[in-house]
């Protein structure tokens, strides 16, 4: 599914939410992978929270009732489906009880591998017809010879499956062909075969779209939803005349038909590939497109007619081609299908998904347009098409057995996303931004004793909801970080001849993660390593976090620990490594350039080459291309951060910013102090690059956090503004006084963090600068602010103005005629320092008309992040919970994203109270998905209240003599 951890640049910039780490990465996925389910979800829902809210907790394995095929959530194996046939209609128009429905019948052909009396074949709230038979569904042989007769049909809603006994047993090695005809609601849930509404010229226009994956495709027609069950689909939509429907494969014809007087179109597509379930796509709508070919493949990008008609979908289409170019040579192979379509959805849950033809997008995901779209919005769009099109070869061609090992699937195209924005925007240098998107954002998440293996146990991942739990950061963004290093150990080459004999052997089959190993082993034959593929990467798989290593310059002598951001945790799940790693080093020294790779592949070793003397350095983990961080002896330290302060350019970019992360990352683990990591950022006024800034911004996010409401703020903010005015001003003259952009990617971003940083820290030339551009805009109704600045001058104006500017926001977000601007205008609406106005957002946020269901969470964790708007959240949350619980129903991220972004900043006795008393107060209610957050959060609090109690007055002197002027 989509790539994930966006975060747009104001809330991270603002201070808002980006910062205690392992939260940012939490809060990026709900913006990204909430699974929100609808209301009166609840009833055949075995993963929603009130069935039962003790059940509620994945991962948790609950007893199974009893031995029945029906009662197990794994199919037994017993039938394979070879082909379906697949009829669905979707009503654009309610029914006369007010009911969005779908209508559809299928015949799946299936070849019986193991003889049977039972057809179980998984179903999740449809409704059947009874055939001529009395049952709901026609058993036929194929080949004229006699099937069983059905003698009952029933749902097992728990394990959602329809089930059929029969009267005679199905025999092995014979087909059969079983028809059913059903009903289904086209809800707004999100889920399965669903509806997505906009508006157009004032019309409310409906478009029937689906997410099939994990396990929804069940949701939209009866099938057999797993992974491993690859079979061939004709596809046929019956739609109205007027609209457009598209589905994974070419149109082979489309003939008008009248159904009940109504003129209809009934568009029948090309049969697929060999494809599992989850990649299926059906979607009618009045959308428009553009097109273009590249090698005989069609590449179209449909949208909303007005979003295509400003051209916002020429830039996807632009890139999309090139992409897709770029990985047939990197894997070597040609992309399968004919045609390549992109869709931008109103509302969609993930950020993308990679269907097979059809790709589905969130509209920010994939239009642009140069007059609102920032330099961020354009690196999703060209990253997101890059993420998906990977999976087009990694997931879709080849698909892992089953979910356990979504890691893999997901962590490859995280990581390759990177190698095809580049290929797209080689200027960028994007490729860098993986350490700070992916490895240092995981990081924060891996260094809980409460984290995960990348690999889970097949048996271990059953239920929906347990499947649902496996798209986390750690599948991604650690799945990303621990691939990006094997392929640099093995080298770029090797790996991606290793990746195209996998991909070559399991074509339109099904894998498992040591199946790549095996490949990857051969390919590397000939290469020095300390182990066999399998070897090193099961220490960096099978067990859950990364270790410190620490180099003592003196003697040489290198260790490695397992990292944990609270030192007082304990870690209870035991490993078979004991938490030891097989570690590639990259490394220099001051004094000589780079090493050569050394590995440590024990607890300890030393290595002469490491030892240092006078004022030469040691740097490791070169590029952090090592899924691991680094402490060093105190003379390395000192000099490091004096090579920092004197000749900082003698340090690479990404090191600079590791050496900032990874020092306040030491001190939070209490391995270095405070002092030494504020340390770090004392020559940030002479650093002009945005690697090193945005770390530091990010970590001093947590500081923020725990004393915006204290005495530390003021001297905080003196220093920090200190700091950055440096920055400030050279954006201010290579920009000839903000008028014009500069022309590097990094710097734009850069530039950004300059002024966000500067207004925040209240220098008033930024302030008034923020003030007076949107005043400007309010006066002439004309938006001079160039799209970069956008997010960060909303936000900056609308928190020193009053009504008049919310209001103004408010109507803009309203009119917004592109998804990106909405976005920018709905984070910085939660910038106020009004209360009454939060807490207006506040109500806006339970009402669809105002805020689309997928943004509601994230909008109450924006207004958390504002310091005014986080006890109002706070209050809003606990006092409406049943209702919140019950609307928003159970999947599977959104609770928890929103129970931790709303008490991030919680670090006091009192908060500690109350966030127990909202606990026992709904423990009838439960708290579903966020049942752990709950509990995360009253650790969370009392670690702040330790840390804070440990380091204020530290902090607080430190500011207090690093600011004077
Ligand atoms: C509308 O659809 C719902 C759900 O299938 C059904 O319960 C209801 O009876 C339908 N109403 C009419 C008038 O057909
Ligand atoms: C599906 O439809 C095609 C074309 O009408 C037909 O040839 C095929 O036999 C059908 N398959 C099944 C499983 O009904
Ligand atoms: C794009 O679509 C139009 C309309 O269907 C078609 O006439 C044209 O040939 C297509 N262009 C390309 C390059 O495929
Ligand atoms: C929104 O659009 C309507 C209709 O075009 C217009 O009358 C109104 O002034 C717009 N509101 C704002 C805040 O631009
Ligand atoms: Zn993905």
New binding site residues.
């Given amino acids: 599914m989509g790539t994930g951890f966006y975060i747009s640049k104001v809330v991270g910039i603002v201070g808002m939410i980006v910062g205690a780490g392992a939260l940012a990465t939490i809060i990026g996925l709900s913006v990204v992978y909430s699974q929100e389910k609808a209301k009166n979800d609840n009833n055949n829902n075995q993963v929603s929270p009130t069935s039962g809210g003790s059940t509620a907790k994945p991962p948790v394995t609950t007893p199974v009732p009893s031995n029945e095929l029906w009662d197990k959530y794994r199919l037994p194996q017993t039938l394979v489906p070879d082909q379906y046939n697949v009829t669905l209609r979707p009503h654009l128009t309610p029914n006369a009880t007010g009911v969005y429905i779908f209508e559809g019948d299928t015949t799946v052909e299936f070849q019986c591998v193991e003889a049977t009396d039972l057809i179980l074949i998984h179903s999740n709230k449809l409704d059947y017809k009874t055939l001529e038979n009395k049952q709901w569904a026609r058993l036929t042989a194929v080949n004229g010879a006699i099937a069983p007769s059905i003698t009952s049909s029933r749902l097992q809603t728990v394990t959602q499956y329809l089930v059929l006994h029969l009267d005679g047993k199905l025999v092995k090695g014979q087909r059969y062909r079983l028809f059913m005809e059903f009903i289904g609601e086209l809800s707004d849930d999100l889920g399965g075969f669903y509806r997505s509404e906009y508006f157009e010229n004032g019309l409310k226009k409906v478009v029937a779209t689906t997410q099939m994956q994990p396990t929804d495709a069940r949701k939209a027609f009866p099938c057999f939803d797993e992974p491993a069950m690859k079979a061939i689909f004709h596809i046929t939509l019956i739609h109205d005349e007027g609209t457009v429907a598209l589905s994974n494969s070419e149109e082979k014809e489309s003939s008008p038909m009248i159904i009940d007087g109504k003129a209809l179109r009934k568009t029948v597509f090309k049969p697929t590939e060999k494809m599992s379930t989850y990649l299926l796509a059906f979607i009618v709508s009045e959308f428009g497109?553009?097109?273009?070919?590249i090698d005989g493949v069609?590449i179209?990008i449909f949208a909303r007619k007005p979003a295509i008609e400003a051209g916002q979908g020429d830039y996807a289409l632009s890139k999309t081609g090139p992409i897709l170019k770029f990985f047939e040579t990197y894997y070597n192979s040609s992309y399968p299908l004919p045609k390549s379509d992109q869709i931008a959805l109103p509302d969609f849950n993930a950020g993308a998904m990679e269907n097979w033809g059809l790709i589905t997008y969130r509209e920010t995901a994939l239009l642009y347009d140069e007059e609102y779209s920032s330099n961020s919005n354009k690196q999703r769009i060209a990253t997101i098409i890059a993420h998906e099109l990977a999976h087009m070869w990694f997931g879709n061609l080849v698909t892992l057995r089953w979910w356990n090992d979504l890691w893999l699937n997901e962590g490859f195209a995280s990581y390759v996303e990177y190698l095809g924005a580049h290929e797209a925007e080689p200027d960028w240098n994007v490729k860098d931004l993986i350490v700070l998107s992916d490895v240092h954002r995981v990081f924060a998440v891996d260094a809980l004793a409460s984290s995960h293996p990348l690999s889970s146990k097949e048996e271990d991942i059953q239920k929906p909801a347990q499947i649902s739990e496996l798209f986390d950061a750690i599948s991604y963004s650690k799945g990303a970080s621990v691939l990006r290093m094997l392929s640099d150990f093995l080298t770029e080459d090797i790996f991606a001849k290793g990746l195209q004999t996998y991909l070559k052997e399991f074509q339109f089959g099904n894998a498992v993660y040591t199946d790549l190993w095996r490949h990857l082993q051969t390919a590397a034959s000939g290469l020095e390593l300390p182990g066999t593929v399998d070897t090193i990467m099961n220490t960096w798989v099978l067990q859950m976090g990364f270790p410190v290593v620490t180099i003592n310059t003196a003697t040489g002598a290198v260790s490695q620990q397992h990292f944990l951001l609270d030192p007082d945790s304990e870690v209870t799940v035991p490993s078979e490594f004991n938490y030891e790693w097989i570690v590639p080093m990259r490394w220099m020294k001051s004094v000589g350039g780079e090493q050569p790779l050394t590995w440590l592949d024990a607890k300890s070793k030393t290595f002469e080459a490491m030892k240092t003397t006078g004022n030469n350095w040691v740097l490791a983990n070169l590029d952090v291309v090592g899924y691991y961080r680094v402490n060093y002896d105190d003379a390395n330290w000192d000099r490091l951060l004096n090579t920092l302060s004197t000749t900082h350019t003698a340090i690479r970019v990404i090191n600079r910013a590791q050496l900032v992360d990874d020092a306040f990352n030491l001190a939070r683990a209490k391995i270095i102090t405070t002092v030494r990591a504020l340390d770090t950022t004392k020559y940030l006024s002479s650093e002009r690059e945005y690697m090193p800034w945005e770390s530091a911004i990010s970590n001093l996010d947590f500081f923020y956090l725990m004393f915006d409401r204290s005495e530390v703020y003021g001297p905080m903010q003196d220093y920090l503004r200190k700091q950055v005015v440096p920055l400030f001003q050279h954006y201010k003259t290579i920009t000839g006084n903000w008028n014009t952009i500069p022309t590097g990617h990094m710097d734009q971003y850069n530039e950004v963090n300059a002024i966000s940083l500067a207004c925040k820290t209240g220098h008033i030339e930024c302030q008034n600068l923020a003030t007076e551009w949107f005043k400007d805009w309010m006066v002439t109704d004309v938006n001079k602010i160039h799209p970069n600045l956008r997010s960060t001058v909303y936000c900056n104006a609308i928190a020193a103005g009053g009504a008049a500017e919310w209001d103004f926001a408010w109507g803009k977000f309203r009119n917004a005629t592109i998804a990106t601007e909405a976005e920018k205008l709905r984070t910085a609406l939660s910038c106020t320092k009004q209360t009454w106005l939060l807490n207006r957002y506040l109500e806006y946020t339970l009402d669809p008309e105002m805020i689309r269901k997928q943004d509601a969470t994230s909008t109450i964790i924006y207004i958390a992040g504002n310091v005014v708007g986080q006890p109002l959240a706070w209050d809003f949350m606990r006092s409406r919970w049943s209702y919140i619980f019950n609307q928003y129903g159970g999947g599977s991220f959104s609770f928890s994203n929103l129970i931790n972004g709303v008490t991030e900043r919680f670090s006091t006795e009192f908060e500690l109270q109350q966030l127990r008393q909202f606990k026992a107060d709904n423990s009838d209610v439960g708290f579903g998905s966020g049942t752990l957050a709950v509990d995360q959060s009253i650790e969370r609090t009392i670690a702040n209240m330790k840390w804070i109690s440990e380091n204020k007055a530290n902090v607080l002197n430190w500011f207090v003599a690093a600011g004077k002027p």
């Fill in positions: 497109f553009i097109n273009n070919t069609l179209r």
